[in-house]
């Protein structure tokens, strides 16, 4: 079980906008840490797509943008296209621990 | 630009020792936190904890103090023990840079797949 909540899988057609959420607690992302967003693609590591809530690092598209608030975070992908089917992973803090989210399976329709 | 490469055993019997080292290449470790995250078989990411150059480590507790963190400085590596092993224990094992709160985990090691199976 997961300390950050996310929903197993998400879809949409290329083009389209979705989003992931991942909901935390009030001691973790409800306590102020900040929250990244990773994407992995099959087969390779994690990617950090989204850094402090949300920043993209260089040569991320701005079709990958995130928010926060209070418990929770979500992450936005609008234009969707095939290469974005990947995994996608939040992290947070609990005190000094590293917390991440279950995952969230991205299918491209 | 920074990258890491990671190596060990990648098959283990039960109580066996996993033993992984991560080197650290194109700067100093030093100023950082390097860590070790793992992947089960269809499974999410499982941080596992991280150590920075003076020696300082945090780890999850879900680990039940089996796991060992350390850093050789003058070889810029860093290593995972974890004692001793079961078949839970079977998963991708990746190294990675943690620049903190801010710049979350931006390096990650290709990983290695450690097996525990009799």
């Known amino acids: 079980q997961s300390v950050l909540t996310q929903p197993p899988s998400v879809s949409g057609a290329p083009g389209q906008r979705v989003t992931i959420s991942c909901a935390g607690s009030?001691?973790?992302?409800?306590?102020?840490?900040?929250v990244h967003w990773y994407q992995q693609l099959p087969g390779t590591a994690p990617k950090v797509l989204i850094h402090?809530?949300?920043n993209r690092p260089s040569g991320v598209p701005a079709r990958f943008s995130a928010s926060k608030s209070g418990t929770s975070a979500s992450l936005a992908i609008s234009g969707l296209q095939a290469e974005d089917e990947a995994y996608y992973y939040c992290q947070s803090y609990d005190s000094s621990l590293r917390v991440f989210g279950g995952g969230t399976k991205l299918t491209v329709l | 630009q920074v990258q890491v490469q990671q190596w060990g055993a990648g098959l283990l019997k039960p109580s066996e020792t996993l033993s992984l080292t991560c080197a650290v290449y194109g700067e100093s470790s030093s100023g950082y936190y390097w860590g070790w995250i793992r992947q089960a078989p269809g499974r999410g990411l499982e941080w596992i904890g991280e150590i920075n150059h003076s020696g300082s480590t945090n780890y999850n507790p879900s680990l039940k103090s089996r796991a060992t963190i350390s850093v050789d400085t003058s070889k810029n590596q860093f290593s995972l023990r974890l004692s001793p092993v079961t078949a839970a224990d079977t998963a991708v094992y990746y190294c990675?840079?943690?620049?903190?709160?801010?710049?979350?985990?931006?390096?990650w090691g290709q990983g290695t797949k450690v097996t525990v199976s009799s």
């Open positions: 009030s001691s973790n992302i409800g306590a102020g840490y900040d």
């Open positions: 990675a840079r943690d620049q903190g709160f801010y710049w979350g985990i931006d390096i």
């Open positions: 402090g809530n949300t």
